[in-house]
């Protein structure tokens, strides 16, 4: 499932969907509230378990939903990793907890996704928003650097390691690419990769940098202290 806000109203609205995201993606979108919004809104990786007694997905009170909640046990959802002038969800939603194993598939797939949008766009005479779609498709490099450098951290592999970077951008919340970005500048001392359009470059804050740090800090103090 994916979104995007480039319609009449800039109201956001589905692009495909297949499953239970049909009813439920389509009823946030309807109520503007649920996490696939605090995904969008935020530009940040939401992880979200639903058991019986828990409300954190906020969709059993939406009024357009019954039955459809019933078996969703988790869902996750990721903002799309190219230009903040067409943003994009992408949605999954589970019948267990999610765990790292289905973070790792969505790692896979999600840049599908967006290439995929990329062409249609591009089909439609969409020239420019497809270019810009592809260009930051280079922040997927950014992002596995930063895998590589939590795996290298804690040695841990590579689900587990995107898992910690989706963690910490919903707990501080800052955007998965940006933290990406702060994350290898920071270690690497240099600009990470970008893309070649000065407005799809990604500048992340003091305040940003400075969370990249402390994240970097926690991760090498802790694998120190485990290694003594």
Known sequence: MATDSKNEGG?????AAIGVATELDTAQWKHAQGPIW????????????LGEDDEDLGLRSLP??????????????????????????????????PDDRVLRDIDRYEPLVTQA??????CAGEEQVAQQMLQMTQYRRVIEQA?????GAIGADAPAA??????????????????????????GRQDAEHPD??????RPTPAERETAARIWAALTTSAIL???
């Open 11 to 15: 109201t956001p609205k589905a692009i």
């Open 38 to 49: 605090d995904a969008f809104r935020r530009d940040t990786v939401i992880v979200r378990p």
């Open 64 to 97: 357009d939903l019954g039955a459809e909640v019933n078996g969703v046990k988790g869902a996750i959802f990721v903002p799309g990793e190219f230009g903040s002038d067409l943003p994009t969800v992408f949605s999954v939603y589970l019948d267990h907890v």
């Open 117 to 122: 949008l990329a062409v249609v766009e591009y």
């Open 147 to 151: 895998k590589g450098l939590v795996m």
């Open 162 to 187: 995107f898992a910690a970077l989706a963690r910490a951008s919903q707990h501080f919340n800052i955007r998965l690419r940006t933290l990406a970005v702060a994350l290898v500048e920071h270690v």
């Open 197 to 202: 359009d000065p407005e799809l470059i990604v």
């Open 226 to 228: 485990e290694q003594g």
